[in-house]
C-alpha cells in the first residue's frame, strides 16, 4: 500500500506488525511513514525487545537522569556493557537481537590456585569504551592442578532462553612436548549437570571445521606448535577458536534457563590435571540467539 494508505491502519495493527520484527528492522520502519515512525519508537514496542527481567546495575553505569525512552535504554546497552553491582559482572545486549552477553571478570571467579591477577595491556574496564572485557586477567604458571569454579544466579538471565557458556583466555606454552590433555567442563542447573571435555592446549584453525567435527588442529608445546590430522575417532573433544581481539574462545556448554525461577543458580565449573602458562579473562554467557565474536 501507499505511504497514505499506510496512515490509515490501526496503530494497534501497526504496533502488532513492527513488535515481530527485530531492533534493526524496527529503527527501518520509522522511516516508511510518520504512523510507523511513532509506532516504532514507541516504548510500548520497544519494551519487548528489552529483557523483561533487567538486572540491577551499579551505580553511575546509567545516565542519573533515566533514558528518555525505552529505544533510548535498548541504545544505551547495546553501545556498550553495563556493570552490575559490585562491577565484576557486565551485561550488553546484542543490537540485531537484543540477546543478553553477561561477562564475568577474573575477580568474579573461585580460582584457589591462581598465581596472579595482573592487568592485560590494552584492553580496558567494561564500564569506559566499547570493550567487553575486564582490565585484569587471572594468571596460572605451572600449576599442577587447575581449577575455575564460578556461580551465577539464574533470576538475573532471561527466562526460557538458552546460554553458552564460554572460557575466555590466552595460553603461552605448555610443559611437555606434544603430549595432549583434556580438561573437564561442567555446567550445573537446577539439580542437573552436564560435563564435556575440552581443550586449551589445542586450537581450531580459522577455516577448518564447524567447531564440532573439525578437520585439522593446532597444539601448542614447549618446543612450539605442530598442525596435525583430526583427533581419533569417536574422541568428543571442544577446541577453541580466536575471537576478534585476539583472546582464545572454548565452549564450556549450554543450559536451559526456565521460564519459572526459582531463585537458584548455575554453577560453572573448568578442572584439570596439567601444568601452563596459561591466562584467563573471564567466563561469558550468550544467549544461543547471539554468535560469539
Known amino acids: 500500500p501507499a505511504a497514505g494508505e499506510m496512515e490509515r491502519l490501526p496503530e494497534e495493527l501497526l504496533m502488532r506488525v513492527v513488535s515481530l520484527t527485530s531492533p534493526p528492522d524496527a529503527c527501518r520502519a ?12 514507541s516504548d510500548a514496542v520497544w519494551s519487548l525487545f528489552l529483557p523483561r527481567n533487567l538486572p540491577r546495575f551499579a551505580k553511575g553505569e546509567l545516565p542519573r537522569t533515566s533514558p528518555s525512552s525505552k529505544k533510548e535504554l535498548f541504545r544505551r546497552l547495546s553501545d556498550q556493557p553495563a556493570l552490575l553491582p559490585h562491577k565484576l559482572v557486565s551485561m550488553q545486549l546484542d543490537r540485531a537481537t537484543g540477546a543478553q552477553r553477561f561477562t564475568l571478570s577474573a575477580r568474579a571467579l573461585q580460582i584457589p590456585r591462581c598465581t596472579n591477577r595482573a592487568p592485560v595491556g590494552s584492553l580496558s574496564n567494561c564500564s569506559k569504551g566499547n570493550k567487553r572485557f575486564f582490565s ?8 599442577n592442578e587447575l581449577e575455575i ?39 550445573g542447573v537446577a539439580g542437573r549437570e552436564s560435563t564435556r571435555q575440552v581443550s586449551v ?11 564440532n567435527a573439525p578437520q585439522r588442529h593446532i597444539f601448542q608445546g614447549c618446543r612450539g606448535t605442530l598442525s596435525c590430522d583430526a583427533i581419533t575417532s569417536g574422541e568428543d573433544i571442544h577446541f577453541p577458536r580466536e575471537n576478534a581481539n585476539g583472546w582464545m ?18 554453577s560453572i565449573s573448568f578442572t584439570g590435571e596439567s601444568k601452563y ?7 561469558e554467557l550468550i544467549s544461543k540467539q547471539q554468535k560469539p565474536t
Not at 520509522?30 to 519508537?41: E, G, H, I, Q, T
Not at 592446549?201 to 567447531?211: A, E, H, P, S
Open 149 to 187: 569454579r564460578a556461580k551465577v544466579q539464574r533470576k538475573m538471565l532471561s527466562q526460557n532462553t538458552t546460554y553458552a557458556v564460554y572460557l575466555v583466555f590466552k595460553l603461552a606454552y605448555v610443559y611437555y612436548e606434544f603430549g595432549f590433555t583434556y580438561e573437564v567442563a561442567s555446567i
Open 277 to 283: 602458562c596459561l591466562t584467563v579473562l573471564g567466563i
Open 136 to 143: 585484569e586477567a587471572a594468571q596460572f604458571y605451572r600449576v
Open 30 to 41: 520509522a522511516a516508511v511513514s510518520r504512523a510507523f515512525r511513532a509506532v516504532a519508537d
Open 249 to 266: 574462545e572454548v565452549e564450556l556448554g549450554e543450559f536451559h534457563n526456565d521460564e519459572a525461577d526459582d531463585g537458584g543458580e548455575v
Open 201 to 211: 592446549q589445542g586450537y581450531i584453525k580459522d577455516g577448518d571445521g564447524d567447531g
